[in-house]
């Protein structure tokens, strides 16, 4: 068990929804990442917070967004879901910003119909 | 630019047999750190090791060694005498200079047979 808690583990929603990801890290963990993986991107980094705050962003749709909470949990919010944002949805925390490793939860799959 | 480089996208083996997982990293940093993590069939992403550029040795967990080699850039993992419990994705992941976020290659599927 790594620590990092995802809710829901399953998500099945038609396109056009709105759906929300939650994630809390890891006890002590200060940073939240968020990743999508898909059969044919892999590891795709979407965004990462520090305590509170953004501090990098990849290859995130604008019809996505994210936040971490002063308590430190993370959300991501996916809208006007299309059918190729079907994928798994890591969150992983660090107690670092630059050499620690990522602890990834067990991740949430959304299913896009 | 960072980038790391898993060439084997399937490997297939009968159980007790050696494997050898490549990984090779490209950075300009002088100061990274270089991971492995497992993704068995249930999807969860384990953290298997961590390594930084300024220690070369080697490292062994029971069936599981690591060969770290800065003259060849790669960092590959081995398993010893597999089992079908070894079956799973591995990924490489590279952390480089200031860079906030990790290098994650395509990963290996590694399948083992009975």
């Known amino acids: 068990d790594s620590g990092v808690t995802q809710t829901p583990k399953h998500l099945i929603t038609a396109t056009g929804q709105r759906v929300t990801l939650r994630c809390s890290p890891r006890s002590g963990d200060l940073s939240v990442y968020w990743y999508q993986q898909s059969l044919d991107q892999g590891l795709q980094f979407l965004i990462q917070y520090y305590n509170g705050e953004e501090r990098a962003k990849g290859n995130i749709l604008e019809r996505f967004s994210a936040q971490q909470f002063p308590d430190l949990h993370s959300e991501l919010n996916l809208s006007s879901l299309e059918l190729g944002d079907s994928a798994l949805y890591f969150c992983?925390?660090?107690?670092?910003?630059?050499?620690?490793?990522?602890?990834f939860g067990n991740g949430t799959r959304l299913t896009v119909t | 630019a960072q980038k790391v480089t898993q060439a084997q996208t399937e490997i297939s083996v009968v159980e007790k047999e050696d494997v050898t997982l490549d990984c090779v990293y490209e950075?300009?940093?002088?100061?990274?750190?270089l991971f492995w993590y497992k993704q068995p069939p249930s999807g969860e992403l384990v953290f298997l090791i961590r390594r930084n550029s300024f220690d070369e040795q080697n490292e062994i967990s029971g069936r599981y060694s690591w060969n770290f080699q800065k003259s060849t850039s790669s960092f590959n993992f081995t398993i010893t005498a597999s089992q079908v419990v070894d079956s799973a994705v591995y990924f490489c992941?590279?952390?480089?200079?200031?860079?906030?976020?990790?290098?994650f290659g395509r990963g290996t599927s590694l399948i083992v047979h009975p």
């Open positions: 950075t300009r940093d002088t100061t990274y750190y």
């Open positions: 992983a925390s660090s107690v670092a910003l630059y050499n620690s490793p990522l602890h």
């Open positions: 992941a590279l952390r480089a200079g200031g860079s906030y976020i990790p290098t």
